[in-house]
C-alpha cells in the first residue's frame, strides 16, 4: 500500500537541502519501525516520492510525500507516530491511503501558493509594484540553464498577486505561482517586481481539475485519497 503524508517545515529547518529532507524522513521511517517497501539494487532505499522541492530557506505548511509500504498500516495513526521522530521544525500533519493508479505529486500538481514578507517597505509602494506586474504583458528574467544564460518571461506563470497586511506594520505578497512549464522562486518573483523579498513560506500546493482545484491532501484527510483531496 502507498501513503500520502503532508508535513510543515518552519524555522531553522528551512535552511536543510530537499536531500536532507529525505534523508530525515527515510531515518524516522525506519526508527518507528514501519515495514517500508524498497527499491531493489546494489543498494536499496525505500520507496518515497516527493512533490516539488522546496527552495532552500523557505518555510513551507503544505510540502508532500508518498511513501510505500510491503504490509498494512493504519494511516491516521502515522503522524502521531512519526512526529516524536521528526527534527524539530518538521511537522507531519496529516497522512491517508493512496489508492492505486493515483498519479504522482510531480504530475498532478499545478500551482503553489506563497506568502511571502516584504521588509522595509510601504504598503502603498508594494501595492504599485504588484500591480505593474500584474498589468505588464511581460516580466522578463535571466536563468541559468544547463550553463547557459536565457532569457525567460515570468508573466505566464504569475496567476494572481496581491498585498496581504494581516499584521500591523508587517507588509506581506500573496502569489499564486504555477508550476508549468517551470515553477517561480521566490527570488526569481522578487527580482521580476524589483523589491527586496523577505522570509518565503508555500501555503498551498494545488492539483487543478474541471476548472477547480484542490490540495493534494488537506490538513483534516479522509481515509483514502484519489491524488487529491477536497
Known sequence: MKVRFRFAKLGRVRWTSHRDVARMWERALRRAALPLSYRGGFSP????SFGLALPTGCESLAEYLDVAFDAEVEADELPGLLESHMPEGVSVTAAARLEVGAASLQEEVTSCTW????????MDEVARSVERAMAAESLPLHRERKGRRLLDDLRPSVLSLHTVADEPGVCRIEADL???????RPSELAEALGLELGPARRTHQWIERSGS??????VAAS????????
Open 45 to 48: 532505499h525505500p520507496q518515497l
Open 115 to 122: 506568502i511571502v514578507d516584504v521588509p522595509g517597505v510601504e
Open 178 to 184: 504555477a508550476t508549468r512549464p517551470r515553477g517561480v
Open 213 to 218: 482545484r484542490c490540495e493534494p491532501l488537506a
Open 223 to 230: 481515509p483514502v485519497v484519489l491524488g487529491c483531496a477536497s
